[in-house]
């Protein structure tokens, strides 16, 4: 699944697409240490292209650490030539700088610049948005020049930044120039999305279970007795009115089999996730997939139904019991 942002804004020219891993901690990821008051500058890395990405070279890294796949490996921007991607809080350390507790993982910034040393115009966007988004840092905490730091500098054995190492003056000579540019440090917000919270009540923050920029996905982490909020405390799902009686069933609803979509697709999943059965990844979408078809008779080997994944008429009236 591809990540949608909870935030974006511009630091120095590069927007950043904020999706913090202390939001969205679905998958166990590993999340560092309170810095704040402690840092003393930026670490600058390398990662390698891929070759195939689904949006950006910077989503896919972001969504690889969201989904636990980096062994460990977590840092708060990964960089491309076209965008940057925020995955931690800048007052919460990363594990990056293989130096254990040292001062590389426990209080520097760190900055994956995405590249494969190639030369290409890729290569040298990338390496110019890591310039300005680094500057950008800079300015935003007041530290100086020397304050930036190499992976090589904390851990001699690993040569990274490996690209950029060859013309290190280089770069450091463009994050200076950057430096001076009016609202170097300056974050630019662009317009806020919703933010839907899933929480057993609106006023109980300590039950809440995750924050979601698109409602799909905060569906279908929904489960029983917890409800989905929006950024005011209006609670969106499940709606109440789905599960009043079934006086209209016969009139207004279908009988569902897999392959159908439409609205009573999507109530008729709503309901399931609502009493604990997962429809899959995107929730309620409208889709009557395989995963919808097995949430169905699963629910109908639970009330001692014929479990033939169609979703008749008893079905129905169970579902609105």
Not at 154 to 171: M, R, S, T, V
Request: charged share 25%; hydrophobic share 35%.
């Amino acid at each position: 699944m591809i990540l949608t942002a909870d935030r974006k804004y511009v630091l120095n020219g590069v927007t950043v697409n904020e999706f913090l891993i202390t939001e969205h901690n679905d998958n166990n990821v590993p999340i560092g240490y309170d810095m704040k008051g402690n840092r003393i500058g930026i670490t600058v890395h390398n990662t390698p292209r891929l070759s195939e990405v689904a949006k950006t070279q910077a989503e896919q890294y972001a969504r690889a650490t969201y989904n636990n796949n980096m062994n460990g490996v977590i840092v708060h921007f990964y960089v491309d030539e076209v965008e940057a991607w925020q995955l931690i809080p800048l007052d919460i350390s990363g594990f990056h700088a293989a130096d254990g507790d040292g001062p590389g993982n426990r209080r520097t910034i760190a900055v994956e610049c995405i590249m494969d040393g190639s030369g290409s115009e890729a290569d040298k966007k990338s390496e110019e948005n890591c310039a300005r988004l680094v500057a950008g840092l800079l300015k935003m905490f007041d530290f100086e020049i020397g304050d930036i730091y190499t992976h090589n500098h904390w851990y001699p054995q690993k040569y990274c930044p490996a690209y950029i190492l060859p013309h290190w003056n280089e770069f450091m000579k463009k994050v200076e120039g950057h430096l001076k540019e009016e609202n170097a440090g300056v974050r630019q917000e662009t317009a806020n999305k919703t933010l839907y919270r899933v929480r057993k009540s609106w006023d109980d923050s300590k039950s809440q279970i995750g924050a979601y920029a698109n409602l799909e996905s905060a569906k279908s982490v929904c489960k029983s007795g917890y409800y989905v909020f929006d950024e005011k405390g209006n609670k969106v799902y499940p709606l109440e009115d789905m599960k009043n009686s079934t006086s209209n069933i016969s009139v207004e609803l279908r009988m569902l089999r897999s392959g159908m979509g439409g609205k009573d697709v999507e109530a008729m999943q709503a309901i399931l996730i609502a009493k604990g059965y997962s429809c899959g990844t995107y929730g309620s979408d409208g889709d009557f997939g395989e995963n919808t078809e097995k949430a169905v008779r699963n629910f109908q080997t639970d009330r001692k139904i014929s479990s033939d994944g169609i979703v008749g008429e008893k079905t129905w009236a169970e579902l609105f019991r």
